[in-house]
């Protein structure tokens, strides 16, 4: 079973950019689906990203495409969210998950804070 822990997250301004780090250990990433997903307050969590185990398949929701990239370093183990341009509507926890995008994603992270003033 792989572990995921989040690191990067932070307070910046409207239009700054953030990197976000998702550190896998136990199992390489590329085994999986891998997926950031976020959670603002009072809001149910909702998707942001993926990038099938190949490589090949990378998604993106609408409130994000053209601003973030999802990219992952085998080297490092490690999934990486680039976040461009932040708006304060992208404050939330965010949080990456391992698993399957057809069977649901089964392993979380802890998530990692970002908030974005305006």
């Known amino acids: 079973q792989v572990q995921l822990v989040e690191s990067g997250g932070g307070l910046v301004q409207a239009g700054d950019s953030l990197r976000l780090s998702c550190a896998a250990s136990?199992?390489?990433?590329?085994?999986?689906?891998m997926g950031w997903f976020r959670q603002a307050p009072g809001k149910e969590r909702e998707f942001v990203t993926s990038i099938s185990r190949s490589g090949y398949n990378v998604r993106y929701a609408d409130s994000v495409r053209g601003r973030f990239a999802i990219s992952g370093d085998i080297a490092k183990n490690t999934v990486y969210l680039l976040m461009n341009s932040l708006k304060p509507e992208d404050t939330a926890v965010h949080f990456c998950?391992?698993?399957?995008?057809?069977?649901?994603?089964?392993?979380w992270g802890q998530g990692t804070q970002v908030t974005v003033s305006s």
């Open positions: 998950a391992a698993g399957s995008e057809r069977g649901g994603y089964n392993v």
């Open positions: 136990g199992r390489t990433f590329s085994d999986y689906d």
